[in-house]
């Protein structure tokens, strides 16, 4: 059997990145040219990846999705995205909670540590969190499932030593080290392609593709916009009512 061509796709981030995999072998990697640039550059981005290495999308095998926490509107597109090469190309996909596609940064860490925390900022004073352990082997096991929580509670809960990454550590650093633990260089807390790839190898060898209907964001929270929309309805029940009780 030949070599399955994976396409990784990480959109949850403010800069997004993609990449192309024969098999084991990484061909190419590319960061979108700017932040917050996923709805104009994504789709140009990755035809020329493909064309550059002589593949069409009809070629691909596997859509490795970074699924959320993150942007709402990069997941949107990714997600857009993934339904057409379902559709159009009938390309399998399979997708990697965006926390897992971080944790996965520590495996280039040295030494590696043993535990990891998570965080991404969910606005609100809240972060998108989760903790894991870190195998020897390369694994990683959740320790905590991801949440919109505090980030104080969160660290809390984390039996130290650990080493902390992502974007919602950088306010918090005292508190992780308060905790017991350490913050990875920053070089180490952004999501990347090509761990996205890495993250969905063993569920491509499961079979636990989704279907067109299972393609959506990771919110972990409502996003923003619909925390609104849902705040300006309660207010206007509110006035309904209070109008009615008034009459």
Do not use: K
Not at 4 to 16: H, P
Not at 52 to 64: F, K, P, Q, S
Not at 121 to 133: C, I, K, T
């Amino acid at each position: 059997m030949s070599p399955q061509w994976l396409l990784g796709v990480e959109t949850s981030a403010a800069r997004g990145s993609v990449c192309l995999w024969r098999g084991d072998r990484l061909l190419e990697s590319r960061l979108l040219s700017a932040e917050r640039r996923h709805a104009s550059e994504l789709f140009p981005l990755i035809a020329e990846l493909l064309s550059r290495h002589g593949r069409r999308a009809a070629e691909l095998d596997v859509l490795c999705w970074s699924q959320g926490p993150g942007s709402f509107t990069g997941l949107r597109i990714s997600a857009a995205l993934a339904r057409m090469l379902m559709a159009v190309a009938g390309c399998r996909v399979v997708a990697v909670p965006t926390l897992e596609v971080i944790a996965r940064n520590a495996l280039r860490l040295n030494p590696r540590p043993g535990r990891l925390a998570v965080m991404l900022d969910a606005r609100g004073g809240l972060a998108y969190a989760a903790a894991f352990n870190l195998r020897p082997d390369g694994a990683l096991d959740a320790l905590a499932p991801a949440a919109a929580v505090a980030p104080a509670e969160f660290l809390a809960g984390i039996a130290p030593p650990f080493v902390a990454l992502g974007a919602g550590v950088a306010p918090h650093r005292e508190r992780v080290v308060a905790a017991g633990g350490r913050v990875a260089p920053e070089d180490y807390w952004r999501p990347l392609a090509e761990e996205v790839v890495g993250a969905a190898r063993p569920l491509i060898v499961a079979g636990r593709f989704l279907e067109r209907q299972q393609v959506l964001p990771l919110y972990v929270r409502p996003p923003e916009c619909e925390q609104v929309y849902e705040q300006r309805r309660a207010a206007a029940r509110q006035r309904a009512f209070g109008g009615a009780g008034d009459a």
